[in-house]
């Protein structure tokens, strides 16, 4: 079997909530490897809530959906504040990036609580933005920013991350309708510790499965090497497109 769109292979799948310090309950799903325990954690943070972005983006829906087989690594979705998606909706209303740093944290909490190993963060679009912004404090391993658009993130605190020892990957599409590659190289290139991968043809959605698997690729290159390459083809008879 083809893996391809948005097929589901074989994952530990269950629902959570997370609880932010300024009360708020947040839902959400955490994938795990069906038979072992992972060798990493993403903690994934959606595109802008008011332009679409929700937990089911499809990037990080596929991440979901392939990786904890594939790469042996748990995926965390949620939604932030005031987003719905079939999931549900979580509690609150959108700020604008600004308490949407209690979501980070409270998800970043919860995979401590629940000893999932070397969470990283994985910002895409807005969610990039949240993860420079915020993820500074908080004990991940790294960052991966997915089409990072700049609006909200400053230049200081982009600069903040330079004495930061952790690895920022940063991946930009060549046509992306925000931050294209040498903007990104100029604004990036303060921090010693970031890997800039401009992606020829990429745009900011990533659409299509070529760009998809790109993105995975990556992904799972900062995250857990050895893993790589992923596999096109899926013999296990578990694995089913997603409904």
């Known amino acids: 079997m083809e893996i391809r769109g948005p097929i589901l292979l074989p994952a530990r799948r269950e629902n959570i909530e997370l609880h932010t310090?300024?009360?708020?309950?947040?839902?959400?799903?955490?994938?795990?490897?069906?038979?072992?325990?992972?060798?990493?954690?993403?903690?994934?943070?959606?595109?802008?809530?008011?332009?679409?972005?929700f937990m089911d983006s499809h990037?990080?829906?596929?991440?979901?959906?392939?990786?904890?087989?594939?790469?042996?690594?748990?995926?965390?979705?949620?939604?932030t504040r005031g987003t719905?998606?079939?999931?549900g909706t979580s509690e609150g209303a959108f700020d604008g990036g600004a308490s949407?740093?209690?979501?980070?944290?409270?998800?970043?909490?919860?995979?401590e609580q629940r000893g999932l190993p070397r969470p990283w963060l994985v910002g895409w679009s807005f969610g990039t933005e949240l993860a420079l912004k915020?993820?500074?404090?908080?004990?991940?391993?790294?960052?991966?920013?997915?089409?990072?658009?700049?609006?909200?993130?400053?230049?200081?605190?982009v600069?903040?991350?330079?004495?930061?020892?952790?690895?920022?990957?940063?991946?930009?599409?060549?046509?992306?309708?925000?931050?294209?590659p040498d903007e990104a190289r100029r604004r990036f290139g303060v921090l010693p510790n970031a890997t800039?991968?401009?992606?020829?043809g990429g745009k900011h959605l990533w659409v299509g499965e070529n760009q998809t698997r790109r993105v995975l690729t990556e992904?799972?290159?900062?995250v857990n090497p050895d893993a790589l390459p992923l596999p096109e083809e899926w013999d296990g008879a578990e694995g089913r497109p997603a409904s």
């Open 21 to 53: 310090l300024d009360g708020l309950t947040l839902v959400g799903e955490l994938a795990m490897p069906l038979d072992r325990p992972p060798v990493a954690t993403l903690v994934t943070l959606h595109p802008l809530p008011t332009a679409g972005g």
């Open 59 to 79: 990037i990080l829906r596929k991440a979901a959906g392939r990786l904890p087989a594939l790469a042996d690594i748990a995926v965390l979705r949620f939604n």
């Open 84 to 87: 719905a998606s079939a999931r």
């Open 100 to 111: 949407e740093a209690f979501d980070v944290a409270a998800a970043v909490a919860f995979a």
């Open 134 to 157: 915020y993820g500074r404090d908080l004990d991940v391993a790294g960052v991966i920013l997915l089409s990072p658009p700049l609006h909200r993130t400053t230049d200081e605190e």
């Open 159 to 180: 600069a903040a991350w330079r004495d930061d020892p952790r690895p920022l990957v940063v991946l930009v599409p060549e046509l992306d309708d925000y931050l294209r």
């Open 196 to 200: 800039l991968v401009a992606v020829d």
């Open 219 to 222: 992904i799972v290159a900062a």
